[in-house]
């Protein structure tokens, strides 16, 4: 065969591997969602937002692998109680055992080591003890969310290969080259940025502090430097996510239906989808803003106190505003460990 028609070939089913990640990145966003609604959970947003994570590592997981997930992030929201309830009346404490698991999180993920098990322990360490502090229940709630989401996240990835089976071995996202400094330096900046919120949170009890701690989240465990054009563009897709859940938010309010939702975060999902699956460094930027889609809407429509229109609007931009200080400070702290 002609060395141009294998060439041809490969890009062929290159693209064709790139449509199937997008549509799976859709499907599970879109029906992971609509379930969530459905069930009447009090965090519709958490099964599309893990199985987005799940699919963005490019490969298929096992049942094995499928069972870790859900076992660690078990073991996880026991942890994240257990510290709440164990060091809820001493905040300075509570504070300092909180920041040393996200530091310890934020290094796994700078050096590319046990990144799954980094990211479920970031998520729960920050948000339940925050949550605590305001209510158990909530907290609670929120803590039933993640474990049932986690199991259902699995099952749409394993749904979304399924349905759009992959076409050749995708290769896995390159790591970031980091020396252990460089490590250090990103470890320490992104817990500084995130622990500036939670203490903020702490002390000035917030609604959106659940979806601007998620959000900014979703921003610094991406792999992509916040320098330059990267940061610009992590806020352009943060800011173009916000947007397309408002849109969506009163399209949907206008339409109350399960379909019509399906078919909003499908397309919505597709959009964002498309552009992570052409990888490269524009990649974690489209999954950033597709995750903060998925957390502004899931929040508005979730059966906790419901927002009107205007108060929703409100919401997303604190959040968007939230954004930019996350990214700018991380941005800054980042030049500044590393130069020390």
């Given at each position: 065969?002609?060395?141009?028609?294998?060439?041809?070939?490969?890009?062929?089913?290159n693209?064709?591997e790139?449509?199937?990640?997008?549509?799976?990145?859709?499907?599970?966003?879109?029906?992971?969602?609509?379930?969530?609604?459905?069930?009447?959970?009090?965090?519709?947003?958490?099964?599309?937002?893990?199985?987005?994570?799940?699919l963005?590592?490019?490969?298929?997981?096992?049942?094995?692998?499928?069972?870790?997930?859900?076992?660690?992030?078990?073991?996880a929201?026991?942890?994240?109680?257990?510290?709440?309830?164990?060091?809820?009346?001493?905040?300075?404490?509570?504070?300092?055992?909180?920041?040393?698991?996200?530091?310890?999180?934020?290094?796994?993920?700078?050096?590319g080591?046990?990144?799954?098990?980094?990211?479920?322990?970031?998520?729960?360490?920050?948000?339940?003890?925050?949550?605590?502090g305001?209510?158990?229940?909530?907290?609670?709630?929120?803590?039933?969310?993640?474990?049932?989401?986690?199991a259902l996240?699995?099952?749409?990835?394993f749904?979304?290969?399924?349905?759009?089976?992959?076409?050749?071995?995708?290769?896995?996202?390159?790591?970031l080259?980091?020396?252990?400094?460089?490590?250090?330096?990103?470890a320490?900046?992104?817990?500084?940025?995130?622990m500036?919120?939670?203490?903020?949170?702490?002390?000035?009890?917030?609604?959106?502090?659940?979806v601007?701690?998620?959000?900014?989240?979703?921003?610094?465990?991406?792999?992509a430097?916040l320098?330059?054009?990267?940061?610009?563009?992590?806020?352009?897709?943060?800011?173009?996510?916000?947007?397309?859940?408002?849109?969506?938010?009163?399209?949907?309010?206008?339409l109350?239906?399960?379909?019509f939702?399906?078919?909003?975060?499908?397309?919505?999902?597709l959009?964002?989808?498309?552009?992570?699956?052409?990888?490269?460094?524009?990649?974690?930027?489209?999954?950033?803003?597709?995750?903060?889609?998925?957390?502004?809407l899931?929040?508005?429509?979730?059966p906790?106190?419901?927002?009107?229109?205007?108060?929703?609007?409100?919401?997303?931009?604190?959040?968007?505003v939230?954004?930019?200080?996350?990214?700018?400070?991380?941005n800054?702290?980042?030049?500044?460990f590393?130069?020390?």
């Amino acid at each position: 065969m002609p060395v141009s028609a294998t060439t041809e070939l490969v890009e062929s089913d290159n693209a064709r591997e790139r449509h199937a990640l997008a549509f799976r990145i859709a499907f599970a966003a879109a029906v992971g969602l609509t379930l969530g609604e459905l069930l009447g959970w009090d965090f519709p947003f958490l099964p599309p937002m893990l199985a987005v994570q799940l699919l963005s590592e490019r490969g298929p997981i096992g049942v094995k692998q499928g069972l870790a997930f859900v076992a660690v992030m078990l073991v996880a929201c026991v942890f994240a109680v257990l510290v709440a309830q164990v060091f809820i009346d001493s905040p300075f404490v509570l504070l300092l055992v909180v920041s040393l698991v996200t530091f310890l999180a934020f290094l796994l993920l700078a050096r590319g080591q046990a990144a799954g098990v980094a990211a479920t322990f970031l998520i729960t360490t920050a948000v339940v003890p925050l949550l605590a502090g305001e209510s158990m229940s909530v907290a609670y709630g929120f803590i039933h969310s993640l474990i049932a989401g986690s199991a259902l996240a699995v099952l749409l990835t394993f749904a979304a290969h399924a349905f759009f089976p992959m076409r050749v071995q995708a290769e896995p996202p390159s790591a970031l080259a980091h020396d252990e400094r460089d490590s250090v330096a990103l470890a320490l900046a992104n817990t500084a940025v995130l622990m500036s919120l939670v203490i903020y949170f702490m002390l000035t009890p917030s609604p959106v502090s659940i979806v601007l701690v998620l959000t900014v989240i979703s921003i610094l465990r991406q792999p992509a430097e916040l320098g330059g054009g990267t940061a610009v563009g992590l806020i352009l897709g943060n800011l173009v996510g916000g947007l397309a859940a408002t849109v969506a938010y009163l399209l949907i309010t206008l339409l109350p239906s399960p379909a019509f939702l399906l078919l909003v975060v499908l397309l919505v999902g597709l959009i964002f989808g498309d552009r992570t699956a052409r990888g490269g460094e524009s990649g974690p930027i489209y999954t950033a803003g597709l995750m903060t889609f998925l957390i502004l809407l899931g929040l508005g429509l979730s059966p906790l106190p419901q927002d009107s229109g205007t108060l929703f609007v409100a919401r997303v931009f604190d959040v968007m505003v939230g954004a930019v200080y996350a990214i700018s400070i991380a941005n800054l702290l980042r030049s500044a460990f590393r130069a020390r």
